[in-house]
């Protein structure tokens, strides 16, 4: 066996042995998933924000005040400083 041939089975083999892990460790799945998701609602929480101060030349103060820029729930989130704070946002610089 040539060493390219040796190194794609091995590639082949790890990738099954983590698909396989992945499917009998649900609650690892689900957890990567959810901390992805909550990171990707404070940017869409942060992205909303700009979107507000852009239309409106202030910046809001209140979740209640973007919601129209965001499909979606964002009532575990709030407003900082001008930036988003919740479940997936890194620690706010005060």
């Known amino acids: 066996m040539r060493l390219i041939e040796l190194a794609i089975t091995s590639a082949i083999t790890a990738s099954i042995g983590g698909i396989s892990y992945a499917a009998l460790n649900p609650r690892e799945l689900e957890g990567t998933a959810q901390r992805v998701a909550d990171q990707a609602t404070c940017r869409t929480v942060d ?11 202030t910046q809001p103060t209140s979740i209640a005040q973007i919601e129209d820029y965001v499909r979606g729930d964002i009532s575990r989130y709030r407003i900082v400083n001008g930036i988003a704070d919740g479940p997936g946002c890194a620690k706010i610089r005060r």
Not at 47 to 57: D, E, P, S
């Open 47 to 57: 992205t909303a924000i700009v979107g507000y101060l852009m239309n409106n030349g």
